[in-house]
């Protein structure tokens, strides 16, 4: 019987640090993110006309007819500043759908509106470092690649590894 205890309390104890350590990075939002909105979920980013969902850490764009939630930014934005763009946080949306005022959003918010002045919440890299040719702009490590890649040798920002 204290063989069960034993081993019962064991894996609550497992069960219950695995579940911190999942929790802690889902919904940080990105180093180019802006600062003092940390309980915002959605962002909207007019120069590309695409949103960015914090809690998820996807990408939503609209795509051969539907929208699409992807983990990476498309690759027709991966040369995009995120850091430099403007970001409007959303307020005006209800569910997990901001798309719904799409239209609204597009006409308040046109191709190159610039709002109240923001800070990121983290610097810009001073390099751009790509993980598998691939540009990851909410990366949190501020651009950091942990050894993938060779940036003085990487030119190529669409495709690093000459796969698409």
């Not at 919440?121 to 690649?145: A, F, L």
């Amino acid at each position: 019987m204290k063989k069960i205890v034993f081993a019962l309390a064991l894996f609550m104890s497992v069960l219950a640090h695995s579940q911190v350590s999942v929790n802690v990075n889902i919904g940080t939002p990105p180093n180019w993110g802006p600062v003092g909105y940390d309980d915002s979920r959605y962002y909207y980013l007019p120069d590309i006309d695409i949103y960015y969902d914090v809690t998820q850490s996807q990408y939503i764009y609209f795509n051969n007819g539907v929208w699409v939630r992807e983990k990476r930014v498309p690759a027709r934005y991966r040369n995009y500043d995120f850091y430099s763009g403007y970001k409007v946080v959303l307020r005006d949306y209800r569910g997990s759908k901001p798309y719904s005022y799409h239209s609204k959003h597009r006409a308040a918010y046109p191709k190159g509106y610039v709002g109240k002045p923001q800070k990121n919440r983290g610097p810009k890299p001073d390099k751009i470092y790509k993980s598998e040719g691939r540009y990851n702009p909410h990366d949190h490590n501020n651009g950091k690649d942990k050894g993938k890649g060779n940036p003085k040798n990487d030119h190529n920002h669409s495709h690093g590894n000459g796969k698409h």
